[in-house]
Every structure is written in structure tokens, then in C-alpha cells.
Nanobody, 120 residues
């Protein structure tokens, strides 16, 4: 069974930083794209950043220059370094990944989310 588990959320003041982590576990053959999405109360879930196996990244315009996504392929982990946080960054942050499992083929997986709250 494949799982994604996020950590690193919390409460921070505006201008501060947080680092989110997401670890994949289970019967995994390979992981292609990994990414972070977020959902604020009353809003739809939106893309924050993605990274593929060769390190190519993609960011939402709202976080460019402030957030950095990275990954450790050996540890099956993706990170999101968030700097210069703003109150509008407050949301539940979800890890997402395209994973080929040993027994289930290629599928898309979501973590359960970690809450980031930025106070003004």
C-alpha cells in the first residue's frame, strides 16, 4: 500500500519561514512527478509547485521567488521551503505524486495534508 505523509506545518508570523516534507512509503517501483497543492477555506485546491525526476520545477505565480520545491529521490521525499510567508498563504497543504507501485501500476496519490497558518 502506497502512502504519502506530510509534516512541517504550523503557525508562523507573516514574513517567517516553514519547511514542509512529504515522504512516500510502500511497495514503490518509481516516482515521477511530485508536488504540493493547497486549499484555503472556501477555495478550491490549487497548485503550488511540482518537480519531476530530473529536477525540473514549476511554480504558481503567487509563490514564485518565495517558495522552493526540492526532492530526495533516494529517500522518496519532497520538500517545500516557504519563505516570506503571507497571511494569504494560509491553507492546508497537500502532497501529491505520480507513483508506479510494484503491484498496482502507475497511479496518482494524495497525502492527508498539513495545515499552515500565517498570522499578520
Amino acid at each position: 500500500q502506497v502512502q504519502l505523509v506530510e509534516s512541517g506545518g504550523g503557525l508562523v508570523q507573516a514574513g517567517g519561514s516553514l519547511r514542509l516534507s512529504c515522504v512516500a512509503s510502500g511497495s514503490i517501483d518509481s516516482i515521477n512527478r511530485m508536488g504540493w497543492y493547497r486549499q484555503a477555506p472556501g477555495n478550491q485546491r490549487e497548485l503550488v509547485a511540482t518537480i519531476i525526476t530530473d529536477g525540473t520545477t514549476n511554480y504558481a505565480d503567487s509563490v514564485k521567488g518565495r517558495f522552493t520545491i526540492s526532492r530526495d529521490n533516494a529517500r522518496m521525499t519532497v520538500f517545500l521551503q516557504m519563505n516570506s510567508l503571507k497571511p494569504e498563504d494560509t491553507a492546508v497543504y497537500y502532497c501529491n505524486a505520480d507513483i508506479t507501485g510494484r503491484y498496482r501500476g502507475a497511479m496518482n496519490y494524495w497525502g492527508k495534508g498539513t495545515l499552515v497558518t500565517v498570522s499578520s
